[in-house]
């Protein structure tokens, strides 16, 4: 299996209520859902966003992971 090169996601309801770690106006009541973020590494912490600031981070990196893809797979296009 090939490494994993990818931050730890997760979707998960907030056991209590939390705040955005992006921007702390954010509210995320308890009940909601929120994106799980954890870095690699010893220091291992977890990040939590709310949903419309997870949603464009995952679009972001979605984006970002289509262009390199599409940039390795051109390799073998012609
Ligand atoms: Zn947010």
Do not use: F
């Amino acid at each position: 299996m090939a490494k994993n090169i990818l931050y730890k996601l997760e979707v998960r309801a907030s056991r209590r209520a939390n705040t955005c770690k992006r921007n702390s106006n954010h509210k995320i009541p308890k009940g909601d859902l929120w994106l799980i973020v954890t870095p690699p590494g010893p220091a291992a912490r977890d990040y939590g966003y709310c949903v419309d600031c997870g949603t464009t981070m995952l679009e972001d990196a979605q984006a970002t992971l289509e262009a390199q893809l599409a940039a390795l797979r051109s390799q073998n296009a012609t």
